[in-house]
């Protein structure tokens, strides 16, 4: 795969994108951490590449050289899928948006674009993404890769809402893929995992700009499990998060408003006082502290989860959408997630919330709860069938292996799909009898990247050798 297609026409420059005209890459330093700091490693070389040219003239040499290479963006994975020994490559200063079609309303951004970048580049063009998840901090060409997702029965995860990729394979060359153009290629690299090739340009398909009402307020969690699939057909988006050891969880539920529509009565827009007290005081302190007290004086969390789970009163706003979709996220913690059936979803919480309740843990972080549309997008979490997302968190001081292995087992055993960013223990064999088209992915990783150029131990564990 060598061919060059015809290069899409740029739109002027993004104020965010860099400004550097040299493509000569910066000197970093070559020790790294991702996010939760679960992950460090040292790389022999790293690299800034501002343009495609090169990054494809940094993998031509480091191929040569023998090293393996790997590209991370804002290091948001919880597992090693972005650690090397090797060639390390930064696209920081590869971002910003490349074009938009107003007639098809495609947006195309370099692989380096921050997700909490994207509504500032898209409002002048009246545009949104159609939904996101509730962290917005990763490079676009990591979320997709991974398998990033947002909640709401009608829509799907980001991946499945990419329409063209411009790659950059394991030989060097450049290659442009969408439905009609290279189409295997295309299906799987929406989720590739950074095995396939390094994202240098993605095509996503935007929708009008648009607000949401949303309504929030804890719940008694019995009534929560019970109601959960009626609400999650009826809503445009409905989420759920639960702290262990308390009878009451905290409930989101949004209603996209239409153009011109106008919210209910009751719902007040979202000022900047009412963001710093969801923001700050309830999900940063709130979790803050009961991670705090959790590892210093486990007795106490039980009651500082009820603490917790009553500081979430009943409140109805209005804001842009990105405002409702994202949370801020400052307590640095470990996550696992798993996608079950859908139908399943409630009586797989259920014996979670036995487990959990049963163990010894005293757990500070609460267990989120979502579900999304199927999708067709081979190794995505919810391929070909509608799924319930459930994630569980630990505070980064607390020991969280034994806790995330009694859960994986109920997870696992419910046919749960590991979110590809998060951490979880299954390998190729396990993934395989998960994935329908597990085998295809294989087969044309070894098409593309024969050499595993790409490779590290995590693909080596996920994908075999």
């Known amino acids: 795969m060598t061919d060059q297609p015809n290069r899409t026409p740029r739109s002027p420059r993004s104020p965010r994108e860099p400004r550097r005209a040299t493509s000569l ?43 393996k290479v790997k590209t991370v963006g804002a290091g948001h994975s919880f597992n090693d899928i972005a650690a090397t020994d090797g060639l390390r490559l930064h696209l920081d200063d590869y971002r910003g948006l490349v074009s938009v079609n107003p007639e098809t309303m495609v947006a195309t951004f370099r692989g380096g674009t921050r997700l909490h970048e994207l509504p500032g580049l898209l409002k002048p063009h009246g545009l949104a993404l159609a939904n996101q998840g509730d962290v917005d901090e990763q490079a676009i060409a990591g979320a997709i890769s991974t398998g990033t997702h947002g909640t709401g029965l009608g829509f799907t995860g980001l991946s499945a809402m ?24 295309f299906a ?37 499990l019970e109601r959960f699939a009626e609400r999650s057909r009826t809503a445009d988006h409905h989420e759920f998060f639960w702290f262990p050891h308390a009878d009451r969880a905290f409930v989101k539920t949004n209603r996209r408003l239409a153009e011109g529509e106008l919210p209910s009565p009751d719902a007040l827009p979202l000022g900047a006082v009412t963001r710093f007290v969801d923001a700050e005081i309830v999900q940063n302190w709130g979790h803050g502290l009961a991670a705090s007290i959790g590892a210093v004086a486990p007795g106490m969390v039980p009651r500082v989860n009820q603490l917790s789970a009553g500081l979430m009163g009943t409140r109805k706003y209005v804001a842009d959408a990105h ?14 997630e798993y996608a079950v059936p859908f139908d399943d979803g409630m009586e797989v919480m259920r014996e979670i919330r036995r487990v959990v309740e049963a163990g010894d843990w005293r757990v500070s972080f ?53 979110h590809w960013g998060k951490l ?21 990783r070894d098409e593309v990247d024969p050499q595993r150029v790409f490779g590290n ?8 050798g």
């Open 366 to 418: 609460p267990i989120e709860v979502r579900s999304a549309a199927a999708d067709d997008v081979p190794l995505s979490t919810a391929y070909d069938r509608e799924s319930v997302y459930i994630a569980v968190h630990r505070y980064v001081r607390e020991p969280h292996l034994e806790y995330f292995g009694a859960v994986e087992q109920v997870l696992r055993a419910a046919g749960g799909r590991p």
């Open 162 to 185: 990419v329409k063209s990729l411009r790659l950059c394979l394991a030989d060097g060359s450049i290659v442009y893929c969408d439905e009609r153009m290279h189409p295997e290629l």
């Open 323 to 336: 405002q409702v979709f994202v949370s801020a996220r400052r307590v640095r913690f470990n996550e696992m």
């Open 188 to 224: 799987h690299a929406r989720v590739g995992l950074g095995a396939l090739g390094i994202i240098l340009e993605v095509g996503m398909q935007c929708v009008p700009a648009f607000r949401i009402e949303a309504t929030e307020g804890a719940e008694p969690v019995d009534e929560v």
């Open 457 to 464: 131990a995590y693909l080596e564990r996920v994908l075999g």
């Open 424 to 444: 979880h223990t299954m390998d190729a064999a396990g993934l395989a009898a998960a994935y329908p088209r597990f085998g295809e992915f294989v087969a044309l």
């Open 25 to 67: 890459p910066r000197e970093r330093g070559n020790a790294w951490r991702n996010w939760s700091g679960g992950v460090q490693e040292r790389s022999q070389l790293t690299a800034g590449p501002t343009s495609e040219t090169a990054v494809k003239a940094l993998v031509i040499g480091a191929s040569g050289s023998g090293l």
